[in-house]
């Protein structure tokens, strides 16, 4: 709706109004009462502020008419009208859950669960608003809706469209994967991706259109919790599978080549139950393709919660070995998810990580460094050396470098991080100012703001879970003089500690380049002294350089990106995947490769022509690499579909099937006649009152 | 809502702990969702189900670390040194903190007042740690000393490191040291207390939340750290359903702010709007960070707070 000649009925209001107002209720006089807050009174007293005038306005029923009589009359001097057409319809965004859970066979008549739900988000496809019923608009009024894939991220496979059939064509095509889901990414992709609104006429932007969210998944996302959609936004949750699956699955899995034994390989393994009675299943060890160990394990009922086992296996090879230990359920019914019943690892010859500490001058460091086993003696060399050491390509052969106070340049930006795995000490890397750095965070980016130095913090939180903190305790660490940095939004860049002065300790993760960031000087801090700092300095190597004692860094969870980096003048690199797929990949001129993200589980064999590097294989003048891909999660392995998609704030009921209840309808013109009718009344009601 | 007309003030432990409420809670222990191993080896029941639920990885052994952790088992069969990570396995303790706030003097009849209610759940739970020795600290923000003409907002004053029935007494007279008043600074109160605690275990914040500053940074900074949170908000019988009608002027008590107001039926369902959005917002926040939230009216029993809300939600077990 649009007005001719606003600025009349603005100045008539202006002064007409309050002119009324005043003469009836500036008069009253008011009782004082002491409360405990006007917190939360202060939006009703908003509202009550507004709206006290008519409190007393329906007492005085002549006010009312005169003010409704100045309204019309207000009205009628802005000579509103309503333009026909360009109103659009709703708009709709399908999450289609396809993560390794989906897989799972209890949907009903033999089918997945992601069968169901590619017929849930088509039966939310048939029940959209197609063009030209509305009320005033002749136009384009029908629903948009955009199909977004998600496991562990999110894939755009339709824009918004009304057109069916290319929706339908897509949610046809999804593939199931084998990793995690995690509904975040995919809320955030379709909220940057939701239109935009703006005031009309003015050419104000007014934030993001509220959109309508379908979830078709069994709830089994890791992130649930943390999930926010946008003001005004709704959210529909269909369940697919059933709540009661029980499952096995392999949730842990790691290979290790002893530093001191080379030969002697050891696998750890972690098998999770979630049936609801005892089961007993065989856990089989093959390597190379031949079974070479097999043992039994019961597990009692998991009516409380999930039950794990964990094992270990181990023997003797020199050779590098491709692992794969698989839970078989024995007796009743097959299982319904059998993608997480493998783990593989790839265990390569043995070696010490090679370390490049770069620094000025440090103490603590090198004594640090030097104590740690799988270290083969840290290369202590000044920013200088390694700025030519990256220019000539020797760099790339360093599995982890410690950047101590300085911080390399790259492809000409000063301060930002080439490929390559890095603890960076004293220092913010990918540094963007607190107001520029959006256009950088928009593209993706690990980046931090760097607010400068301050004054004394300590440790309050940080992430337990993680395998470089994990069974650290930084209680006691006190930093006498904090470098304040801040992860601006959009940012991947994520916090592993916090002190009460913010992040402390960060990874950055994009590309090629993996990184922990401590930004404060450790000298200036107690954790030196502390013994958390040592076993932080050999899991945070570890965690970087992949394990080095027989290939831990070639094991990558599902949805993750495989980095790597493969001996100088490697050349036609080729993938082969699980299935047998083979694809030609390209590697960087430093040797640096990021393959991925890998969607199945199973074991990759990257080859290329060239020099192999030490443990490599070598056959028919090809180099290769073995590399695995696991889905390891408890909670996908917890297949039970979730009775509500529990998020930030309010947990989301199923909405049953895929009838397209819910589906949004603007209703607007129908409440402007119910108003009408009501105001109708109002006049009638009056006109009986005058008349007694 | 309005501030109690001649409030209620506790001198002594039995004002604080009545001999009906020890009978009732003195079955109690404090309990965590997490895995606490225990103070004394052997004490705690532990929560762990088999041999490995709480099983997380393997990891070799290197410099630094505990040599308790290494796991024996895989020594003797591969001859050499894994640490078997589990869950933390530390001793638990238990942090009361209270809010002493202007806003938590409020509540009618006397007996319902909402920093009583809050002195009185704190002592519960404080007797609750100490038969059972674990580690007890007891923090209230804000307030004033009795006689001293005001306080600072981010106050803080803690009892530290009590344990056993013995310092019962400590607690109480600790807690009877304190009255309510003035406006309260919960984020650098929150940063004192982050600061200053140690250790791990179950923390229960006694609070209105009525900060209107926000209380998302200063619950973010109190739930690292290695501690349970478990918020539970205090609100007295006038706040969840006002008696207040007509035209009023309404003052707060910490800030003296006003707000004019006309209070009428349409008005008052609003109100109720806000409170339970209000509380719902507060409960939402405390899932997003893992804290467990409890609504309590300072009208209910202290031995209902803790035996049937705070135990139901595993604080107490």
Redesign the interface.
């Given at each position: 709706m649009s007005f001719l000649t606003p600025q009349w009925a603005i100045a008539a209001g202006a002064v007409a109004v309050p002119l009324v107002v005043l003469l009836y209720f500036l008069k009253?006089?008011?009782?004082?009462?002491?409360?405990?807050?006007?917190?939360?009174?202060?939006?009703?007293?908003e509202?009550?502020?507004a709206?006290?005038p008519f409190?007393?306005l329906r007492r005085n029923i002549l006010l009312f008419l005169q003010l409704l009589a100045v309204a019309a009359g207000v009205m009628a001097l802005g000579q509103p009208q309503v333009r026909g057409g360009g109103s659009a319809g709703g708009r709709v965004v399908i999450l289609l859950d396809r993560s390794a859970s989906m897989s799972a066979g209890d949907a009903g008549g033999g089918r997945t669960r992601l069968e169901e739900a590619k017929r849930a988000a088509l039966g939310v496809i048939e029940a959209m608003r197609d063009a030209g019923w509305g009320f005033f608009d002749a136009g384009p009024g029908a629903d948009e809706a955009m199909v977004i894939a998600f496991d562990e991220s999110a894939e755009i496979v339709q824009g918004f469209t009304s057109d069916k059939g290319r929706l339908r064509a897509s949610v046809e095509g999804i593939e199931g994967t084998d990793c995690v889901s995690r509904l975040g990414p995919a809320v955030e992709l379709a909220r940057a991706r939701a239109p935009r609104a703006s005031v009309e006429g003015e050419g104000v932007d007014a934030g993001a259109v509220p959109l309508t969210f379908h979830v078709v998944s069994d709830g089994r996302v890791e992130d649930g919790?943390?999930v926010e959609p946008g003001a005004g936004d709704e959210v529909y949750y269909h369940r697919v599978g059933e709540a009661g699956t029980g499952n096995l699955g392999v949730v842990?899995v790691?290979g290790?080549r002893?530093?001191?034994?080379p030969e002697?390989v050891?696998v750890?393994y972690?098998v999770q139950s979630t049936y609801a009675e005892g089961v007993s299943a065989d856990v089989v060890v093959s390597v190379d393709g031949e079974a070479r160990g097999r043992r039994v394990v019961e597990f009692?009922g998991a009516s409380?919660?999930?039950?794990?086992?964990?094992g270990?296996f181990?023997w003797s090879s020199r050779l590098p070995v491709r692992v794969e230990v698989r839970v078989e359920k024995r007796g009743g019914e097959p299982e319904a998810l059998t993608r997480d019943d493998s783990g593989w690892v790839s265990v390569g010859a043995s070696r010490g990580l090679r370390v490049a500490l770069v620094t000025r001058g440090s103490y603590f460091l090198p004594e640090g460094l030097g104590?740690?086993?799988?270290v083969s003696g840290p290369v202590v060399i000044s920013p200088e050396a390694f700025e030519a050491e990256l220019k000539d390509g020797r760099a790339g052969g360093y599995d982890v470098v410690v950047l101590d106070g300085w911080v390399p340049s790259w492809e000409g930006e000063a301060g930002r991080l080439p490929p390559g795995r890095y603890l960076v000490f004293n220092e913010v890397p990918n540094r963007v100012s607190a107001d520029g750095g959006a256009a950088r965070v928009a593209g993706g980016g690990a980046v931090l703001v760097d607010r400068g130095t301050a004054g004394r913090?300590?440790?309050?939180?940080?992430s337990?879970?993680h395998?470089v903190l994990?069974?650290l305790?930084l209680?006691?660490v006190t930093i006498f003089e904090t470098r304040v940095v801040e992860v601006p939004r959009g940012s991947t860049a994520r916090v592993l500690a916090?002190s009460?002065r913010g992040p402390a300790l960060v990874e950055l993760s994009s590309g090629g380049t993996r990184a922990l960031v401590v930004p404060f000087d450790v000298a200036a801090s107690d954790w030196p002294v502390d013994?958390?700092?040592?076993?932080f300095l050999?899991?945070a190597v570890?965690y970087l350089g992949g394990g080095g004692?027989g290939g831990l860094g070639r094991t990558v969870r599902t949805g993750e990106t495989l980095m790597d980096r493969l001996p100088g003048g490697a050349a036609e690199v080729r993938v082969s995947g699980p299935g047998g797929s083979l694809v030609e990949w390209g590697v960087s001129g430093e040797g640096a490769l990021a393959v991925g993200p890998m969607r199945r589980a199973g074991l990759y064999e990257v080859s290329w022509r060239g020099p192999a590097g030490e443990g490599d294989e070598e056959a028919g003048g090809r180099a290769s690499r073995v590399y695995a891909a696991n889905v390891v999660s408890a909670a996908e392995s917890s297949v039970g579909a979730a009775e509500e998609l529990?998020l930030?704030?309010?947990g989301v009921p199923s909405a049953g099937g895929g009838s397209g209840d819910g589906v949004a309808r603007r209703l607007w013109p129908l409440f402007l006649v119910f108003v009408l009718v009501v105001l109708m009344v109002e006049w009638w009601v009056y006109n009986r009152k005058v008349h007694l | 809502?309005?501030?109690t007309a001649n409030p209620e003030r506790a001198r002594t432990l039995e004002d604080l702990l009545p001999a009906g409420v020890i009978r009732e809670v003195g079955r109690l222990d404090v309990s965590s969702r997490r895995v606490f191993a225990g103070k004394l080896k052997g004490e705690r029941r532990s929560k762990r189900?088999?041999?490995?639920?709480e099983?997380?990885?393997?990891?070799?052994y290197?410099?630094?670390?505990?040599l308790r952790?290494i796991d024996w088992n895989?020594f003797g069969?591969?001859d050499?040194m894994f640490?078997k990570?589990f869950?933390?396995e530390e001793d638990l303790g238990l942090h009361v903190v209270v809010d002493a706030s202007?806003?938590?003097?409020?509540g009618e009849p006397a007996g319902a007042n909402?920093f009583l209610f809050m002195q009185r759940a704190a002592m519960a739970l404080g007797y609750v740690g100490l038969v059972n020795l674990n580690r007890v600290a007891c923090t209230v923000m804000g307030g004033r000393a009795p006689g001293e003409a005001e306080g600072s907002a981010g106050a803080v004053r803690s009892a530290r490191d009590l344990r056993g029935r013995t310092r019962t007494v400590d607690l109480a007279r600790f807690l009877c040291g304190v009255e309510p008043w003035g406006v309260l600074d919960f984020r650098r109160a929150a940063?004192r207390i982050?600061?200053s605690r140690?250790?791990k275990g179950v923390m229960v914040v006694l609070s209105?939340f009525?900060?209107?500053d926000g209380y998302e940074g200063g619950l973010r900074?109190l739930?690292?750290?290695?501690y349970e949170v478990y918020c539970v908000q205090v609100l007295?019988p006038q706040?969840l359903d006002p008696g207040?009608r007509?035209?009023?002027?309404?003052?707060?008590?910490?800030d003296g702010?006003?707000?004019?107001?006309?209070v009428?039926a349409?008005?008052l369902k609003?109100?109720g709007e806000?409170?339970r959005s209000?509380t719902?917002?507060l409960s939402?926040?405390c899932?997003?960070i893992g804290a467990g939230y409890v609504l309590a009216s300072s009208g209910m029993s202290v031995d209902r707070l803790l035996v049937d809300e705070l135990r139901r939600r595993g604080a107490l077990a």
């Open positions: 009253l006089r008011r009782r004082v009462v002491e409360v405990s807050s006007t917190l939360l009174w202060r939006r009703a007293v509202d009550l502020r709206n006290a409190q007393r919790g943390r842990a790691r290790e002893s530093l001191a034994e002697k050891a750890f972690s009692d409380g919660g999930p039950v794990e086992k964990s270990v181990e104590a740690l086993p799988q913090s300590s440790m309050v939180r940080w337990r879970d395998r994990r069974g305790d209680d006691a916090e009460t013994v958390s700092f040592v076993g050999s899991y570890d004692s529990a930030s704030t309010r | 809502m309005e501030r189900r088999g041999e490995s639920v099983f997380a990885d393997h990891r070799p290197s410099v630094g670390d505990d952790r895989i069969r591969l050499r640490l990570m869950m933390e202007g806003s938590s003097d409020a909402k940063e982050a600061a140690r250790g209105d009525f900060f209107k900074l739930s690292g750290g290695g007295s706040e207040v007509g035209d009023v002027r309404l003052v707060d008590v910490e702010d006003a707000a004019e107001v006309t009428s349409p008005l609003r109100y806000y409170v209000y719902g917002a939402g926040y899932r997003k």
